[in-house]
């Protein structure tokens, strides 16, 4: 019987280190794995012993594309443990430099990691030789979002503005003023890019999901909500680890997550959209309408449309935040640690991100637990792997392949932050 | 046809969180004509395209924590005519070389369940101490001009300019209010690498060291200056253990207030 292999050594256009390995037997195929070799860094470890007010800038550190996703779930964990709540225009801040990040993140992905595939270009830089104007719209658009958390971070990559409690410094009404200009183009830019990936080709694929994502009672969620799924789940943060549990696979230095009784999940934007699409503004959920995006999608490869919209959102949010700021008396609300527990969850750009950290009465963290959204998407993605190849087993090698690795690029996959976390290589038999 | 050829530059990575490297996709307004200047050769975070080596300049981002990286450098090395390491990790070992002060066993047994599925070198360390490097650019992130300098200096023959002096001195350029003097707040300015453009202090926030020791740092100095400032000895080990902790200067003076 005829033996196939598919394999990717070094997954692109991805971020961080994994390999694909995918073994076809016949006409079954026998192995899938995402392979996780980017190596361990050990932040749980080395966060015990340190205090309560590093996590935000350390932990940052575990991703250079979403940082500010690190330091929102941080800082809700810890505020969590000590009683605290940050409201106002505190609260409306962070959204607003979340929103930054989800900008500059979904440009990046749509545009120059996801489309190519898409287009059967190598990456976007040979897309720029045939429709320079297309990826010129995408770095304009991936530069607003950097404005956003350079203006309120201090810097795009690893802000320093950012503390338990709220803020070191506010901005002003007037330091606001340039984004808003950018702000109205950017808008306009995101709705023009949910028209044009909404016209890209995609391969029929619908899988059976469970989508999990937070939700929130009056707005679409980014830094706050409860944990709901479309199986029925409905929880608050603190019971995540109950109904959750990571799996420690020998090829990976990543931890798997499943949904215990149920398996494998997925996060993201078509977690959250699905879940939350009664929540978008009139705008964004307009333009799905316009783009014929369905309001429950269960086409994996169709997220690129769903980064879009929430490209649209995250710009009418970011508008409307700014036209009713007012500057707040304090740049940040007193923080006294205590000794206690405090769980934290917010919508990274690719999914739901979950902290935990256990503190002393001297502020001190005495054990902390991450789990990125890679790694709860990780065994999806091979699940969905198994499902595509059983599917296109007549694709020639070099296609399948190549469309394989736009499979795992449909979940936007951040291998740094699961490292905790990915080589595709695929065998026929 | 007479068209030039362009310059071969790699990007790679070793362990790190890939915002270095992303620096370079965050120059929006001159990606495209950095790939004009360049052929990107091998680039994996953006391009499934590889070329072939050699290459004329390599930047390097991460450091060195596995066997299997402790070779890996040595083929990039021979790869490459020039060769830059950029940011904290692949500079001075990065976070992950807190482990360095630690039994690396001990964090393999919090973090994995199977600590016999992990693979992993006692110690985080940076690139120079495996290979040599043309050239270092500091920074946790580094920041985007110095990159986009280093990258013209390499393609031209020169010596990137840019400045080993201190955040105090960035500072003074910006016009921040020293916050140490005016509100007592400890700050690493003194004694740490300018190129971020001082904006902690900026936004009423002392120093926490991205960018390293400058040269000659006077830390024990800066320390009693801390002390007298009311911090304590274990705040001040924490305040030097941070994305440059094994930096020399700065490890040296954090195993001082260990004692």
Redesign the interface.
Known sequence: MSVRTIKVD????????GALFIRIKGREVTDVRLTI??????????L?G??FS?AP??TA?????C?VAYQMSAVHAMENAFGVTVGGQLRALRRLLYCGEWIESHA?HVY??HA?DFLGY?????I?KDH?AV??RA??L??VG?EIVATLG?????P??VRVGG???VPSRPELGPLMERLLWARDAALETVRWTSTLPFPEFEQDYEFVGLRHPDEYPINEGRLVSTRGLDIPVCEYEGHFT?E???R??A?HSVHNNHGPYLVGPLARYNLNFDRLSPLAQSATHDAGLPRFCTNPFKSIIVRAVELVYACDEAIRLIDEYEMPDQ?AVVVEPRAGVGYGCTEAPRGTLYHRYRIDDQGIITDAKIVPPTSQNQKQIEDDLRHFVSQHIDVSQDKLTWQC?QVVRNYDPCI?CAT?FLRLHIERE | MGRKIKPKLAVW???????????L??C??E??DV?GAVE?ANF???????MKGPYDLSLVEGSI??P??AERIHRVRRMSKFLVTIGACATAG???A??NF?N?K???T?????PD??E?LNKSTPIADHVPVDFELRG??VS?SQLLEVLSAFLHGRKPNTHAHSVCIECKRRGTVCLMVASGTPCLGPVTHAG?GA??P????GC?G?FGPKETPNTESLTRQWSTLGVDDP?IV?ALR??NACADSFRKESEAHER
């Not at chain 1, 190598?122 to 040979?126: L, R």
């Open positions: 070094y997954l692109a256009r991805v971020e961080g280190e070799f980017e190596p361990p860094r050990f932040f749980e470890a080395f015990r340190r205090r590093e800038d350390i550190r575990i991703c250079g594309i940082p990046l120059l990691l190519p190598e990456d976007a830089i040979q720029a320079p990826v010129q770095l304009q991936k530069k950097n201090g810097r795009e990559i690893h320093i503005n803020f070191y410094k990571e420690h696979v020998e990976s230095n931890l740049p690795e740094s905790h | 990575k070793f362990s790190s969180c890939d915002g270095c490297q992303l620096s996709l965050d929006e307004d990606l495209l790939a990107i994996p975070e953006a391009s499934r395209a590889i924590t596995t299997h990286d990065g976070i992950q807190l482990r630690k690396v001990d964090f393999i919090a973090v994995y369940p199977m599925f992990i992993t946790c992130p985007k971020c904006i902690c900026a936004y009423n926030r926490y991205c705040d924490r941070g994305f």
